[in-house]
T-cell receptor
């Protein structure tokens, strides 16, 4: 099983460039998430999607946009990259609701550097 | 306001000893879930253990157990018989209701655990 697949794994951008991080899951999960991880700050939620066609802002949405293309795919777009967006980005997915077997599954992460 | 607090940026433990990693949380909703994840130096996120707010018993998974004290809003992870492979970052996370029957998952800042031989 592939689980959660993120592309690319590494990316270097120049300030002002745009790019889209792709994420796809094959576990039929309703919920999908985008996080960024910075040293000493843990994982901070950028955007999440409770189901196909819905997206909501998390803790740090400024400078990002998302698209829930279908149930499998949830993309994150940086329209005009800034050095402050240098980070490791994780996509995750989970089943809906509470209880056991609702843990989030994570992609391998994307290490993004903006110069 | 910080919803998930991990007050120990770093900890050491001797191999084969037990260690407790602290986590406190803040929510006004009666229905929530608490998770612990491990992140080794390779970077992947590994799910360890889950505790639901209505669960009567503390969760256990092999050498991992969760000391859940609901009134104190704490969900500490206990690792028994530490192994060198337990050296990693550990994150506490909370899943709480958001809107329209959906949930969001938020994380603490993490604790870096180093197991000494």
């Amino acid at each position: 099983n592939a689980g959660v697949t993120q592309t690319p794994k590494f990316q270097v951008l120049k300030t002002g460039q745009s790019m889209t991080l792709q994420c796809a899951q094959d576990m039929n999960h309703n919920s999908m998430y985008w996080y960024r991880q910075d040293p000493g700050m843990g994982l901070r939620l950028i955007y999440y999607s409770a189901s196909e066609g819905t997206t909501d802002k998390g803790e740090v949405p400024n400078g990002y946009n998302v698209s829930r293309l279908n149930k499998r795919e949830f993309s994150l777009r940086l329209e005009s990259a800034a050095p402050s967006q240098t980070s490791v980005y994780f996509c995750a997915s989970s089943a809906r609701g509470q209880g056991v077997n609702t843990e989030a599954f994570f992609g391998q992460g994307t290490r993004l550097t903006v110069v | 306001a910080q919803k998930i607090t991990q007050t120990q940026p770093g900890m050491f433990v001797q191999e084969k000893e037990a260690v407790t990693l602290d986590c406190t949380y803040d929510t006004s909703d009666p229905s929530y879930g608490l998770f612990w994840y491990k992140q080794p130096s390779s970077g992947e996120m590994i799910f360890l253990i889950y505790q639901g707010s209505y669960d009567q018993q503390n969760a256990t998974e092999g050498r991992y157990s969760l000391n859940f004290q609901k009134a104190r809003k704490s969900a500490n992870l206990v690792i028994s018989a530490s192994q060198l492979g337990d050296s990693a970052m550990y994150f506490c996370a909370m899943r709480e209701p958001w809107m329209d029957s959906s949930y969001k998952l938020i994380f603490g800042s993490g604790t870096r655990l180093l197991v000494r031989p």
